[in-house]
T-cell receptor, first 113, second 116 residues
Framework: KAGVTQTPRYLIKTRGQQVTLSCSPI?????VSWYQQTPGQGLQFLFE???????NKGNFPGRFSGRQFSNSRSEMNVSTLELGDSALYLCASSLVSQSGGYTFGSGTRLTVV | AQSVTQPDIHITVSEGASLELRCNYSYGATPYLFWYVQSPGQGLQLLLK??????LVQGIKGFEAEFKRSQSSFNLRKPSVHWSDAAEYFC??????????????FGTGTQLKVEL
């Protein structure tokens, strides 16, 4: 079966712009989580969506937002980009509970210049 | 607060040698534990997971891990390393949040280099 698909794979944006990243989970997976990976901070939890509702959010400013659609696809948005937002953004999908583990996509590499 | 410690930032082993990557966690309840591997420029691939039951868990690619509650550890092992195992390895603890959701807390990773 198809894995988690993230688009685009690479993105270059200018400071102050905004960006939208997309994630299509594995068919049947209803939970989608987002993580930011940077060399300095490592892997950090951004937020989790389930049935179109944000269940939890990590310690990130309000410039980071997301949503989930009825087909479980998810998008995350970052407004007013800063240089420090440059990172690999990873999406993970899972069944209702985490006992099945999380499947990660290949990520979107965002570079802010 | 939940935390995961991977004390070894870099490890170098010879091909064919055995491998053990260390992971210690801090979590109040019975943890969900995971090991992931990441190749350069790629996402995370699940190697194995532990939820309950047998404390020795078998995973993909010949990896195994042992959960030791008394030591709060979940070390990853492989009896014979292959050059293709060179990658970064992340240990993670999964926990249920107050909103009913879940999240993973990751360690800082261990970069594995394999010498031929």
């Amino acid at each position: 079966k198809a894995g988690v698909t993230q688009t685009p794979r690479y993105l270059i944006k200018t400071r102050g712009q905004q960006v939208t990243l997309s994630c299509s989970p594995i068919s049947g997976h209803r939970s989608v989580s987002w993580y930011q990976q940077t060399p300095g901070q490592g892997l950090q939890f951004l937020f989790e969506y389930f049935s179109e509702t944000q269940r939890n959010k990590g310690n990130f400013p309000g410039r980071f937002s997301g949503r989930q659609f009825s087909n479980s696809r998810s998008e995350m948005n970052v407004s007013t980009l800063e240089l420090g937002d440059s990172a690999l953004y990873l999406c993970a999908s899972s069944l209702v509970s985490q006992s099945g583990g999380y499947t990660f996509g290949s990520g979107t590499r965002l570079t802010v210049v | 607060a939940q935390s995961v410690t991977q004390p070894d930032i870099h490890i170098t082993v010879s091909e064919g040698a055995s491998l053990e990557l260390r992971c210690n966690y801090s979590y109040g309840a019975t943890p969900y534990l995971f090991w992931y591997v990441q190749s350069p420029g790629q996402g995370l691939q699940l190697l194995l997971k532990y939820f309950s039951g047998d404390t020795l868990v078998q995973g993909i690619k010949g990896f195994e891990a042992e959960f030791k509650r008394s030591q709060s550890s979940f070390n990853l092992r492989k009896p014979s390393v292959h050059w293709s195992d060179a990658a970064e390895y992340f240990c993670a603890v999964g926990h249920i949040l107050t909103g009913g959701g879940n999240k993973l807390t990751f360690g800082t990773g261990t970069q594995l280099k394999v010498e031929l």
